[in-house]
C-alpha cells in the first residue's frame, strides 16, 4: 500500500504484525548488550557516546581551531571501549574491531614501503578521529530512533555552519577562483574546495530529516541546511561534491520513496543550475572540460597501479 504523502509525518520503521513481537524484544536485548560493552550504566553509555560524537562532529563548525571536541571523542571512547564485567560474562561481542585491524595493517604496510613514509604517515593521521567515530557510533550509539533522530539533526545543523562559513569566504573574496579564497573559510576541516564533499554526504541524513518530519523544527532546519549546502558545493565548484550529491541523494529517496527521485533529482540540479549560472556557469564549464583535464590523471594513476598493485605507491603519495 502506497504511503500518504499529505501526512504531516512520515517513518522509515515497517509494520509489525504479532509475530515481530517477539523480535523487537530480541533487538532490546541486544541494544542491551551493545550497552554492555562499557563500564559505565547502559543508560549513560548512550548517554555519553552521542555526547562525544556530536561534541565532535558540532566541532568542526566552529570558526577557530580547537582540540577539545576530539579530546572528548578519543576520552570516551576509550571509556566506552573497556569491557565491563557483564560484558565479559554475557559474551556479547561487537566484530567491528577486525575490519578496523585489517584496515590499519593494510595502511602500515604501505606506508611502509611508500616513496615517501613521512608524508604517507603525516597525512593518514587524520583518520584517527573518523576510527574513534566509527567504533563509538557502531559499539555504543543506542539505534532507537530518538537517539538517530537526534545525530541526524547534529549532523545537519554542522552542515550548515560548514556550508555558511564557505559561502562567507566566497562573498569576502576577492579572487573568483575557489582555490584562492577558500583559503580564507573559517576552521580546520576544509583546505581545498573539493573537502565540501563533506556537504554532499551529510546532505541524505538532513533529507531523511525533513522527508520524515516537514513541518516540524528539525525538519525545517534540515531542509534549509540541505538548500545551503547546495549552494555552497555550486559556488566552490566542486565536481566530486556535486557527483556525490546527486548520487548520495538519488539513493536516499529510492530508499524511501522511488518517485520522488526524478523530482528531487530536477529541483536540486535546477538550484545548482541557477547559482552556477548567477556566477557565469563556472560548475557546467568544469564538467564540460572533465575529460581533457582528468584523462592525463586517469592514466599516470592506472600507470601507477600497474607498478604496485598490491599494495601501492603509499598513502597519500599521487601528488
Not at 542491551?32 to 547502559?42: D, E, K, L, R
Not at 593494510?106 to 583518520?127: E, N
Not at 579572487?175 to 546532505?203: K, R
Not at 522527508?211 to 565548484?237: E, W
Amino acid at each position: 500500500m502506497e504511503e500518504n504523502l499529505n501526512r504531516p509525518t512520515r517513518s522509515f520503521v515497517p509494520p509489525v504484525s504479532s509475530r515481530g513481537r517477539h523480535k523487537l524484544r530480541s533487538d532490546d536485548r541486544v541494544d542491551a548488550a551493545i550497552a554492555g560493552t562499557s563500564p559505565v550504566s547502559p543508560g549513560w553509555s548512550g548517554a555519553l557516546a552521542l555526547f562525544a560524537v556530536g561534541t565532535y562532529i558540532a566541532g568542526l563548525a566552529a570558526p577557530f581551531q580547537s582540540n577539545v571536541p576530539l579530546l572528548v571523542l578519543a576520552v570516551s571512547a576509550l571509556g566506552l571501549a573497556v569491557p565491563s564485567r557483564a560484558s565479559r560474562s554475557s559474551g556479547a561481542r561487537v566484530p567491528l574491531g577486525v575490519p578496523l585491524l585489517m584496515l590499519s595493517a593494510a595502511m602500515g604496510l604501505a606506508t611502509l614501503v611508500s616513496v615517501d613514509p613521512v608524508r604517507s604517515l603525516r597525512l593518514s593521521t587524520p583518520l584517527l578521529p573518523g576510527v574513534l567515530l566509527f567504533l563509538v557510533i557502531g559499539t555504543s550509539l543506542s539505534p532507537r530512533p530518538h537517539t538517530l533522530r537526534t545525530l541526524y539533526s547534529i549532523f545537519s545543523l554542522t552542515a550548515a555552519g560548514v556550508a555558511a562559513m564557505v559561502l562567507q569566504a566566497a562573498v569576502g573574496g576577492e579572487s573568483p577562483l575557489p582555490a584562492e579564497w577558500f583559503q580564507g573559510v573559517a576552521g580546520t576541516i576544509l583546505v581545498v574546495p573539493n573537502d565540501v564533499t563533506l556537504l554532499a554526504l551529510i546532505a541524505p541524513l538532513s533529507f531523511v530529516l525533513f522527508y520524515a518530519r516537514p513541518r516540524s523544527v528539525g525538519g525545517i532546519l534540515a531542509g534549509v541546511s540541505l538548500l545551503v549546502s547546495v549552494v555552497a558545493i555550486a559556488v566552490a565548484q566542486s565536481r566530486t561534491a556535486a557527483l556525490a550529491l546527486m548520487v548520495s541523494l538519488a539513493c536516499t529517496a529510492a530508499l524511501a520513496q522511488p518517485r520522488l527521485v526524478a523530482p528531487l533529482t530536477l529541483a536540486l540540479g535546477a538550484l545548482a543550475l541557477l547559482v552556477d549560472a548567477v556566477l557565469g556557469f563556472p560548475l557546467s564549464a568544469k564538467f564540460a572540460n572533465m575529460l581533457d583535464t582528468r584523462l592525463a590523471v586517469w592514466w599516470v594513476a592506472w600507470s601507477a597501479f600497474l607498478d604496485a598493485p598490491v599494495l601501492g605507491q603509499g598513502p597519500h603519495t599521487f601528488a
